[in-house]
């Protein structure tokens, strides 16, 4: 069964750091694509970050462009969003999802977790 | 970016019935689009893409059809477990964008 399961969520002041992990389990995680989505309170969906299998290619909106950057450990099985510069408009809760094989649509979903920013 | 428009965002129905909820891109994204839905307390689930290609596992009393700049979701013979929210996204480009989402409530 596929699990996705985020952590390191919650209240940071603006301007200052956070990073996310997710802990991948029931796929071979290293072949798959794997992105960052995030859903503000009462707001819509809102794509964050993609990295590729080898996480030599990265890709991100303009919003987070040069303030959040993804990465992953293929031999934990870990994906990662370490997030700089907060604004209050980064907050939200921020789901860990994995690319479908050979598309960009996302077919497993973790639960989220939540980032406050807030002085 | 493509905008991507649900032009309901509530949608109330009657287990049994039928509903349709459509979703608009402001360009042509081919048939590169995808529909999920999210029930509370639940992780957001895949039900679509290629707009029109049922992930496994989605019943096939759903099904999606369009093209170009206009699709749609539709959910024949209504469950008790379909009520929830509904997004469309999508992959023609990046960035990737969904729609702001129509929650289907049982009247």
């Known amino acids: 069964e596929v699990q996705l399961v985020e952590s390191g969520g919650g209240l940071v002041q603006p301007g200052r750091s956070l990073k996310l992990s997710c802990a991948a389990s029931?796929?071979?995680?290293?072949?798959?694509?794997m992105a960052w989505v995030r859903q503000a309170p009462k707001k819509g969906l809102e794509w964050v970050a993609t990295?590729?299998?080898?996480?030599?290619?990265?890709y991100y909106p303009d919003s987070v462009k040069g303030r959040f950057t993804i990465s992953r450990d293929n031999a934990k099985s870990s994906l990662y969003l370490q997030m700089n510069s907060l604004k209050s408009e980064d907050t939200a809760t921020y789901y860990c999802?994995?690319?479908?094989?050979?598309?960009?649509?996302?077919?497993?979903w973790g639960q989220g977790v939540m980032v406050t920013v807030s002085s | 970016d493509v905008q991507m428009t649900q032009s309901l965002s509530y949608l109330a129905a009657s287990p049994g019935e039928s509903v349709s909820i459509s979703c608009k891109a402001s360009?042509?994204?081919?048939?590169?689009l995808a529909w999920y839905q999210q029930k509370p307390g639940e992780a957001y689930k895949l039900l679509i893409y290629?707009?029109?290609t049922l992930q496994s596992g989605t019943p096939s009393r759903f099904s999606g059809s369009g093209s170009g700049t206009d699709f749609t979701l539709t959910i024949r013979s209504l469950e008790p477990e379909d009520f929830g929210l509904y997004y469309c996204?999508?992959?023609?480009?990046?960035?990737?964008?969904f729609g702001s989402g129509t929650k289907l409530e049982i009247k």
């Open positions: 290629s707009g029109s």
């Open positions: 996204q999508q992959y023609y480009e990046k960035p990737l964008t």
């Open positions: 999802a994995r690319h479908r094989a050979m598309g960009m649509e996302f077919d497993y």
């Open positions: 029931g796929f071979t995680f290293s072949n798959y694509y």
């Open positions: 990295i590729s299998t080898s996480g030599s290619r990265t």
């Open positions: 360009k042509s994204i081919s048939n590169y």
